[in-house]
């Protein structure tokens, strides 16, 4: 599960160019993830690490 710290987050589009199915936005302009659709672990880990602020983390799957 991943997740993106919205305070941080510049809105800058480069996760959702690079793993659209993944991050996308929604109607408020904030990146939504969508993890049910990780399909392709690499590509998601490519917009991870891609992030210029790296807003986007990983959520260990207990953590409510
Ligand atoms: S790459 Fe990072 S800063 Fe840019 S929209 Fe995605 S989460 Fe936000």
């Known amino acids: ?3 993106v710290d919205q305070d941080k987050c510049l809105r800058c589009g480069m996760c ?4 659209p199915d993944v991050f996308s936005f929604d109607d408020e ?4 993830v969508n993890n049910e659709n990780i399909n392709n ?3 998601v ?3 991870v690490n891609s992030c ?5 983390s ?3 799957e207990n953590k409510a």
Request: net charge negative.
């Open 52 to 56: 210029p602020v790296t807003a986007i």
């Open 58 to 60: 990983k959520e260990e």
């Open 45 to 47: 880990m490519e917009a």
């Open 29 to 32: 302009g904030n990146i939504k």
């Open 1 to 3: 599960m991943f997740k």
């Open 16 to 19: 959702t160019g690079i793993c």
């Open 41 to 43: 672990l690499e590509e």
